[in-house]
């Protein structure tokens, strides 16, 4: 059964990103943009060992403030991938076109969280 991608958070997201890498041997660190801050709806999986960001997004995900936000560590060699809600896979398409590496969209199916493959922008 397909759920809304409303009843999940970027940080829920976040957290199934991060277990993925883990299982994989390597160390995920979450980071979330607080709601307080200009960037509500976005969390970041810091992968060291593999030089990378992934940024998570909700419905509510202003992609363009979020991925300016992280543009230093992009310009600095990090490899930048961009997860948000199926229903938002074209919009990020658009909206990561020479900004991120690879976009991937996410949804919630049987209560658990599912991922497309990743993908060029």
């Given at each position: 059964?397909?759920?809304?991608?409303?009843s999940?958070?970027?940080?829920?997201?976040?957290?199934?990103?991060?277990?993925?890498y883990?299982?994989?041997?390597?160390?995920?660190?979450?980071?979330?943009?607080?709601?307080?801050?200009?960037?509500p709806?976005a969390?970041?999986?810091?992968?060291?060992?593999?030089?990378?960001?992934?940024?998570?997004?909700?419905?509510?995900?202003?992609?363009?403030?979020?991925?300016?936000a992280?543009?230093?560590?992009?310009?600095?060699?990090?490899d930048?991938?961009?997860?948000?809600?199926?229903?938002?896979?074209a919009?990020?398409?658009?909206?990561?076109?020479?900004?991120?590496?690879?976009?991937?969209?996410?949804?919630?199916?049987?209560g658990?969280?599912a991922?497309?493959?990743?993908?060029?922008?």
């Amino acid at each position: 059964m397909f759920e809304e991608p409303a009843s999940r958070t970027s940080k829920d997201i976040a957290r199934q990103a991060a277990l993925s890498y883990v299982l994989n041997g390597h160390e995920a660190q979450i980071v979330e943009f607080g709601a307080s801050s200009e960037l509500p709806g976005a969390s970041v999986v810091v992968i060291p060992s593999l030089s990378r960001l992934d940024v998570t997004a909700d419905d509510s995900t202003k992609l363009d403030l979020v991925l300016a936000a992280v543009e230093e560590h992009r310009s600095a060699g990090w490899d930048v991938w961009t997860i948000v809600p199926l229903r938002r896979l074209a919009e990020a398409h658009e909206a990561c076109r020479g900004k991120t590496s690879m976009v991937q969209g996410w949804w919630v199916s049987g209560g658990d969280v599912a991922f497309t493959p990743p993908q060029v922008p």
